[in-house]
């Protein structure tokens, strides 16, 4: 890859916003063969497109677009758990898992939240949410 065009994909990744695919064609004048190129250095990994969805590494979907520009965004920890999801309407939910993959948190932009624990079993031996519900199984 010559300079002149290392820069401009490097120009690229650091101003461009979902929806990808969109702007990628519309404001940057991208062909399909390049969207790896750019989402890769995005994501900071390789990436995978299949249609409408790019994939890390690990075979998550981390991206869906669809032809109308409306996107999600999605992360993951290192065992595969959903740990983030954001949807271009703004609304996002955050998630967080114990060393068993439990869910223990999850948290979204509406300001709902949840907290659990559970025992050596897998068991939930507690629960509190936002609404105030507690269920405490200690």
Do not use: H
């Amino acid at each position: 890859m010559n300079k002149k065009y290392q820069r401009y994909i490097e120009y690229i990744v650091s101003d461009i916003e979902a929806p990808y695919f969109e702007n990628m064609v519309e404001m940057y004048g991208l062909r399909p063969d390049e969207y790896e190129l750019v989402l890769s250095k995005i994501y900071d990994q390789p990436v995978r497109i299949k249609g409408d969805r790019v994939y890390d590494t690990n075979g998550n979907y981390i991206y869906y677009e669809d032809s109308n520009g409306s996107w999600i965004k999605r992360e993951y920890d290192a065992n595969g758990n959903l740990t983030y999801r954001e949807k271009d309407n703004g609304f996002w939910i955050k998630r967080e898992y114990d060393a068993n993959g439990n869910l223990t948190y999850k948290e979204d932009s509406n300001g709902f939240w949840i907290k659990k624990e559970y025992d050596d079993q897998g068991n939930k031996i507690y629960y509190e949410d936002s609404y105030g519900v507690i269920r405490d199984n200690r």
